[in-house]
């Protein structure tokens, strides 16, 4: 059973059409929700972290939201030069930094 | 900015040999990462490395890697006798503070096992 699931597996936009994308997560005793952007054929680049439900964070078109045991991260008008894979990843527990992955959601932004 | 820096950027090596993937963190960074990407399946952890021991591994970190902080820049995955099911990418990453913090990753290094 995945304990972090993203949806949808991948978006189309137009340019300037505003959508959310949604993590949610199954793990017990949460110490953070990271998203981070990835590019094809490069690593993973953070975005923001989020520690505890009703937390808001924003960096210009994009606002990330944590629940109890879900997380958004909503873009706003949206441009070409946003599409990228958008991941989402819990650390739990005692671990020491090990990040549990989703599958991510590959947006594409067209003009 | 600082980035941590991975080489080399893709390897070809044959079924039961050897690699080395090599990494320089950024500086002032205390807390050290390897993982890996399949190709079109998630990110796993493979291992986090502090104070020059291994502090967390995987199922996948068997004995067939290993870890190393040879000097004070470098920090390496070894995987001595490779399989074809360990063609990935392998991403390097690091933190100043360890859990709860942001990792900073490398661009990756794409393993081809032939």
């Known amino acids: 059973e995945d304990q972090v699931t993203q949806s949808p597996e991948a978006l189309r936009l137009q340019e300037g059409e505003s959508s959310s994308l949604n993590c949610s997560y199954t793990v017990s005793g949460l110490r953070g929700l990271f998203w981070y952007r990835q590019d094809p054929g490069k690593g993973p680049e953070f975005l923001f972290t989020l520690y505890s439900a009703g937390e808001e964070k924003e960096k210009e078109r994009l606002k990330a939201t944590l629940t109890k045991k879900e997380s958004f991260l909503h873009i706003t008008a949206p441009k070409p030069e946003d599409s990228a894979t958008y991941l989402c990843?819990?650390?739990?527990?005692?671990?020491?930094?090990?990040?549990?992955f989703g599958k991510g959601t590959k947006l594409s932004v067209k003009p | 900015e600082p980035e941590v820096t991975q080489t080399p950027s893709h390897q070809v090596t044959q079924m039961g040999q050897e690699v080395i993937l090599r990494c320089v963190p950024i500086s002032n960074h205390l807390y050290f990462y390897w993982y890996r990407q399949i190709l079109g399946q998630k990110v796993e952890f493979l291992v986090s490395f502090y104070n020059n021991e291994i502090s967390e591994k995987s199922e996948i970190f068997d004995d067939q890697f290993s870890v190393e902080r040879p000097d004070g820049s470098n920090f390496t995955l070894k995987i001595r006798s490779t399989k074809l099911e360990d063609s990935a990418m392998y991403f390097c990453?690091?933190?100043?503070?360890?859990?709860?913090?942001?990792?900073?990753f490398g661009s990756g290094t794409q393993l081809s096992v032939l």
């Open positions: 990453a690091s933190s100043q503070q360890g859990s709860n913090e942001k990792l900073f």
């Open positions: 990843a819990v650390q739990f527990g005692g671990s020491q930094g090990n990040l549990i």
